[in-house]
């Protein structure tokens, strides 16, 4: 597909003004997405080029839940596993967004790479990792963090920040040594993807945008207009 050739020159003076400062206009060097691709494989080519350009938590990524009756809220969580059966994250399933997952597994997922000046947008529907999964993703967590799991009712009134710290000082002398037991309230998900989008930032908000929804074992794929 011939790429579109925006000479600056060309374009009047109040689209101008508005352009971006230069340095962030290294922008149409970017092939167009490719339709051929395989969503995973894309995802990963831009995750691994996030790795390389981010300046913390590449893997971060906003986690959209709602209520039964579609009220919304979000959040970022880390993925910590990502293949083709899906996205994973971990966290406390009495949460927030543990008690929503509960009434409505339908998700969205957004990451962001200022870096790449890039989105990736997934949809789909949640369903817990198995037991021994969580096991060990649990187990491989630094000391800290697993007693700090135990310890936390995330999300719930904490009155006191002392009263924390007394409870995590409390699991600490009941697990004086590893291994501590993973909490039967703290485990993870697996997005399935129903839909992904990829934005590639170009110049004048000229972006490329490309869609895969899920159809039955494929996928139909389509440019959308910026
Ligand atoms: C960079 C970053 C990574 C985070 N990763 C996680 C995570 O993987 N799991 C998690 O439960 N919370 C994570 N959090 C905290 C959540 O954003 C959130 O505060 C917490 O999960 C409670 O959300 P909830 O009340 O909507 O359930 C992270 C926060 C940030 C800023
Ligand atoms: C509360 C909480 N749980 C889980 C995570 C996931 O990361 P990790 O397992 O690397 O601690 C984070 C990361 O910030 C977090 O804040």
């Given at each position: 597909m011939p790429q579109l050739d925006v000479n600056e020159h060309e374009l009047s003076p109040s689209m101008t003004e508005t352009s971006p400062s230069p340095a962030a206009l290294?922008?149409?060097?970017q092939p167009l997405i490719d339709l051929a691709a395989n969503p995973f494989t894309l995802f990963e080519a831009w995750m691994k080029e996030a790795e390389k350009t981010e300046v913390n938590d590449p893997n971060a990524m906003v986690l959209a839940t709602a209520t039964r009756d579609g009220r919304p809220s979000a959040r970022i969580v880390l993925l910590k596993g990502a293949d083709h059966r899906g996205f994973v994250f971990y966290t406390n399933t009495h949460s927030r967004k543990g008690r929503e997952l509960e009434e409505n597994p339908h998700v969205a997922l957004l990451f962001h790479w200022k870096s790449q000046r890039r989105q990736i947008r997934i949809e789909g529907a949640v369903t817990p990792v198995t037991p021994e999964e969580a096991d060990a993703y649990f187990a491989s967590r630094s000391r800290v963090s697993r007693l700090g799991a135990v310890a936390s009712d995330q999300s719930r009134p904490l009155a006191d920040r002392s009263a924390f710290e007394e409870r995590l000082k409390q699991v600490e002398e009941t697990y004086p040594q590893d291994p501590i037991p993973r909490p039967a309230n703290w485990s993870g998900y697996r997005v399935n993807p129903e839909y992904f989008e990829f934005w590639q930032e170009r110049r004048f908000r000229l972006h490329d945008r490309a869609v895969w929804a899920r159809n039955g074992n494929d996928w139909d794929v389509t440019r959308l207009y910026p």
């Open positions: 290294p922008l149409d060097s």
